[in-house]
């Protein structure tokens, strides 16, 4: 939807966009509450601080709706399209299909979550090497960076949002 429609819509029809972002009410909410906004620029700005202070719950909550890192997410709902394309440079030969089922494996092991990055533009390679690299964190800090790669998709499929000319969740 155009930033027209995004300020002007009523917040039942926006909400649905904004949930395909990121399934976290409080910064729903909180990007709703800013409206309107002067420019496209504005919107992220704000959403960008509200992602700033996502609560552990809000991660959980948003996590539910992501897929593994390397599987297909399915269905035709825009978050679905949105983590097919994000994980399209992620590569599906067999050795890394197993490379990737094996560390989500771990890394679920570790933090009782699955493993999430924003991985738009990344290799299969960069997506391994970030996996491995994360499993050495402590768990408040590796809190901290899911919360941030949250932020990062959420701003990225907003970004996609506000670039359509119609409402599509």
């Excluded at 679905?80 to 599906?92: D, I, L, Y």
């Excluded at 690299?133 to 800090?141: K, M, T």
Aim: glycine content about 6%; charged content about 30%.
């Amino acid at each position: 939807m155009d930033l027209e429609a995004f300020n002007i819509s009523p917040a039942d029809d926006v909400r649905p966009a904004l949930q395909a972002c990121c399934d976290a009410p409080g910064w729903i909410d909180a990007v709703l509450a800013g409206r309107p906004y002067a420019d496209r620029a504005d919107v992220l700005r704000a959403a960008d601080a509200a992602a700033r202070r996502f609560t552990a719950a809000d991660v959980d909550r948003a996590l539910a709706a992501h897929p593994r890192i390397g599987e297909r997410a399915e269905g035709e709902h825009a978050e679905a399209a949105w983590s097919r394309s994000e994980q399209a440079e992620v590569g599906t030969d067999q050795a890394t299909a197993r490379a990737l089922a094996e560390g989500n494996r771990a890394y679920e092991e570790r933090f009782g979550r699955v493993f999430l990055i924003c991985a738009s533009g990344l290799s299969a390679d960069q997506v391994l090497a970030s996996l491995r690299d994360r499993l050495g964190n402590e768990p408040d800090e590796e809190a901290a960076v899911v919360a941030d790669e949250l932020r990062r998709i959420a701003l990225l499929r907003l970004e996609r949002v506000l670039a359509t000319e119609e409402v599509s969740v």
